[in-house]
């Protein structure tokens, strides 16, 4: 189990980076975006161009603490793989069917007044089933709600590590303590091929870099010599963006770098309890932040669409209703304990209210 500094600090930074990822949706999905660039216009091209870098952050911070739960000491301690995946996807796909949910009856809600690129369209059986299952992506489907691509994403790279730390196990006695090599080789093949085709974006491998590097960076600040695992991941991500040069790359290895110094030399960041609870219900309010800003984006398009500083009042609001829904998705059913049965029902409700809402608003023959 994390310490508490270290919970303190991962929380801290997921708070940060989730704050974030909801600033960069509202700049740059508008309209109130557009009617308020004016007055910030420097911020909302920052956050609309760089704020879902912040994904990065989240990719090396699921490789460290995937690497922190599964191979603390750098061999598999998981269990049996296949009960090990269903209850991490039964985990994730409970708040994520909700707010899907959310999502589908608030575009119903808008759509007919509210004409604008970000609504999404009528949901289809495919469609909904897709989304359901984390395949929208990969079988090309449209996403019901902005940022679901990357809980798919989260789900792929756990099971692919816990695909091979767990074979590794039925390997020879030294193979099994090489795991920590096959994590690198596996990222320094992702950073220096897979990540440069963005046709692969939809599977783990395009991400398995930055996903590496974190799980790298805990194994670092286990080592007797952390010196020579951080220069080995400053030689592959070097060789990397010479190979091509991606900020999202520079910045995944930069951050696992202080991470891992962080962690070595107990640095700690301010305390504010604030982004200390938005870092531990920042997956519910990554889930359901698009949904609500949708929805105050239609308001107040609507009701004044060009006056300025009513719509950069309406992003700042947008921003907090993100957080106070997130908190009660966090509150009333993430900290719950999952079952099979629960994931089916919310999936269920999702597929069958969403086929009710396309029939119910579908224009009549």
């Known amino acids: ?27 740059f999905y508008g309209p109130m975006s557009d009617s308020a660039h004016g007055l910030a216009p420097g911020l909302i ?14 990719l090396v911070l699921g490789g460290y603490l995937a690497a922190a739960s599964l191979a603390p000491a750098g061999q598999w301690r998981g269990g049996a793989a296949g009960p090990l995946l269903l209850r991490r996807f039964v985990r994730l796909v409970v708040p994520y069917a909700v707010a899907l949910l959310v999502a589908v009856l608030a575009a119903a809600l808008v759509r007919p007044f509210f004409e604008h690129p970000s609504v999404p369209g009528e949901p ?35 099971a692919c590590t816990v695909l091979l730390l767990a074979a590794l196990q039925h390997a020879p006695a030294w193979a099994q303590r090489t795991a920590p090599l096959w994590v690198a080789l596996a990222g320094t093949l992702s950073l220096c091929w897979f990540n440069r085709l963005p046709g692969l974006d939809m599977w783990a491998w395009y991400f398995w870099g930055a996903y590496g590097l974190g799980m790298c960076a805990f194994w670092a600040t286990r080592a007797r010599r952390p010196g020579w695992w951080a220069l080995g991941m400053i030689l592959v991500g070097g060789l990397a963006l010479w190979l091509q040069w991606r900020e999202r790359v520079a910045l995944a290895l930069v951050f696992s ?4 110094c962080a962690q070595r030399r107990g640095w700690a960041l301010p305390q504010g309890r604030l982004l200390q609870r938005l870092g531990q219900m920042s997956y519910s ?18 009701l004044w669409p060009d006056v300025p500083w009513l719509n950069l009042l309406g992003m700042v609001l947008a921003f907090a209703l993100s957080l106070a829904a997130g908190r009660q998705l966090y509150l009333r059913v993430e900290c719950h304990v999952p079952s099979w049965r629960l994931a089916l029902r919310w999936q269920a409700s999702l597929v069958g209210t969403g086929l009710l809402v396309a029939l119910a608003t579908s224009s009549p023959l």
């Open 45 to 58: 091209d920052w956050l609309a161009e760089y704020g879902r870098m912040a994904v990065q952050l989240f």
């Open 257 to 260: 770098l202080l991470l891992l």
């Open 1 to 27: 189990m994390s310490s508490p500094s270290r919970n303190t600090l991962i929380d801290t930074i997921k708070g940060l980076a989730c704050a974030t990822i909801v600033a960069h949706h509202l700049a």
């Open 124 to 158: 289809s059986l495919q469609q909904l089933l897709a989304n359901a299952l984390l395949l929208q992506d990969i079988v090309g489907e449209e996403a019901l709600s902005a940022g679901v691509w990357y809980v798919a994403i989260d789900f792929q790279l756990f």
């Open 285 to 302: 309010v990554f889930l359901v932040h698009f949904p609500i800003c949708l929805l105050v984006n239609a308001v107040v398009s609507q």
